[in-house]
């Protein structure tokens, strides 16, 4: 049996103005229908012998990633971590669940962001490594290098191995172009990829030796995890003790029983924008365009439209992103550094890094159309059998006005009924609640005006998703 834990605890920093702190690149569907966090969950049906999944991921992300389990009918545990610790810690705490409750079973780590075409290759190296690892490898996938990247991380084979799993010499970072071409050549090393498959107590076992202050600090959130929903969440206090560092650098490169299985699977980590270019269908001019798209005398560009119009002249190998409150225009060759442009944004303490127009709520979602001096116009979305928390703000007071579907509203001891071109007026400080107790989506015009309407203006009494 093998257990396939993913990891989904990334920003996407790089894939911004799409990808935000809030709703991050592999909760995006950045090729197909399916979001790339979906895509990962529905390639592990490939592989034969498979348990439930788990899943590991932020705090902040855990409607989100629960929704899209939902939407393909797909179960799992969902492990929440307070904080990102890199992947060591994240692997130990899926190994201490897996080695207590699935004695003798495999543990197959994948990131949730990466990109696989070829999910019958990809299924044919974890075979191929199986057997490895039921023996005590501890297993590491090498993308067989189609050309001298420099934008990756390498695994060097021992020269002259052979065999389905070759055993590590070294991990190598990020090579300059001439040392690239190099080790292409030689056959003996492959791209990082950043997937593994082993034994949980082998894995907690090497950590134990090489970094047992993660395992001592994964032991003690594990102990004092409590239920939330869903949801199992690490005691905050004990992880945070727990060092950051990566499952190469805690690990594989301190131990002598690391392997490598090569695979040809159509991999891509989707780590830019010039990435998404490469592995989408192109026109005849070369260009890559998505949404409501115009160009003329525009090549080998990456054109990405959300919301409206995009029209772009004269442009070679460049990179256009709009959404509804950013647009990024880039050199195809240094969109690398549009992480430069997130700092700033950071430093000047703005919002564009963390959320879209549109926010996610477990009930639904909001996206503010319109604000200014003491007001703010928002659309809201409220999913079938959904409700927002009973509650209330100190500094604003709301309009609701139904434009479909059927809402029952709390307002102070009464409920109130309404449906479309129906509307109500929420008082300051006065309890609330918002439900849709229909069979379709509500959606609504929310109204505020006030002193201050910032987020945080919220007092919960009560609420279905355990939120404070």
Not at 129 to 148: C, D, K, N, Q, Y
Not at 195 to 218: G, Q, R, T
Request: glycine share 6%; hydrophobic share 45%; charged share 25%.
């Amino acid at each position: 049996m093998i257990i396939p834990v993913i990891l989904s605890g990334g920003s996407g920093t790089r894939l911004w103005p799409l990808s935000r702190a809030m709703y991050p690149k592999q909760l995006l569907p950045l090729f197909g229908q399916y979001t790339m966090f979906q895509d990962t969950v529905q390639r592990v049906s490939a592989v034969a012998e498979t348990g439930p999944i788990i899943c590991v991921c932020n705090d902040d992300h855990r409607f989100l990633v629960a929704e899209q389990l939902r939407q393909i009918d797909a179960e799992g545990a969902i492990i929440l971590e307070p904080f990102g610790r890199n992947t060591a810690p994240a692997a130990a705490i899926a190994a201490l669940i897996i080695a207590a409750s699935q004695p003798g079973a495999l543990m197959m780590l994948l990131p949730a962001d990466h990109l696989i075409l070829d999910r019958e290759a990809f299924a044919a190296s974890i075979e191929m490594a199986r057997s490895a690892a039921a023996e005590g490898r501890l297993v590491t996938f090498g993308i067989v290098p189609s050309a001298p990247e420099t934008r990756y991380g390498y695994i060097r084979a021992v020269a002259g191995s052979s065999g389905v799993a070759r055993p590590v010499a070294e991990f190598v970072e990020k090579p300059s172009l001439e040392r690239a071409e190099s080790y292409v050549a030689s056959g003996d090393y492959f791209w990082n990829s950043g997937m593994f498959l082993f034994k949980p107590e082998v894995y907690l076992a090497e950590l134990e030796a090489n970094s047992p202050e993660i395992l001592d600090a994964c032991r003690n959130a594990m102990q004092k995890a409590r239920r939330d929903l869903d949801f199992l969440r690490l005691d905050p206090e004990a992880f945070a003790a727990c060092p950051s560092d990566s499952i190469d650098y805690a690990v594989m490169e301190k131990t002598s029983n690391a392997v490598v299985v090569p695979m040809q699977a159509g991999w891509n980590d989707v780590g830019a924008w010039s990435a998404l270019w490469g592995v989408h269908e192109r026109d005849a001019e070369g260009n890559v365009k998505h949404g409501d798209v115009l160009t003329h005398g525009v090549r080998n560009s990456y054109i990405h439209a959300t919301s409206r119009l995009v029209a772009a002249v004269g442009l070679d190998d460049h990179v256009i992103v709009e959404t509804a409150d950013a647009v990024l225009v880039a050199s195809k060759d240094r969109v690398q550094e549009v992480k430069a442009i997130v700092e700033q944004l950071r430093l000047q303490k703005r919002q564009e890094p963390l959320i879209h127009r549109r926010v996610y709520r477990p009930w639904g979602s909001y996206e503010t159309v319109d604000e200014g001096e003491r007001f703010k116009v928002k659309r809201i979305t409220v999913k079938p059998g959904a409700a927002l928390s009973l509650q209330m703000h100190h500094k604003r007071a709301e309009h609701w006005i139904v434009v479909t579907g059927r809402a029952m509203v709390t307002v102070g001891e009464r409920q109130v009924p309404l449906e479309a071109n129906e509307s109500i007026y929420i008082p300051v400080e006065e309890k609330h609640r918002l439900e849709n107790r229909g069979d379709a989506p509500l959606e609504l015009i929310e109204v505020q005006s006030g002193e201050y309407l910032g987020e945080d203006d919220i007092v919960r009494f009560e609420d279905h998703y355990g939120r404070l």
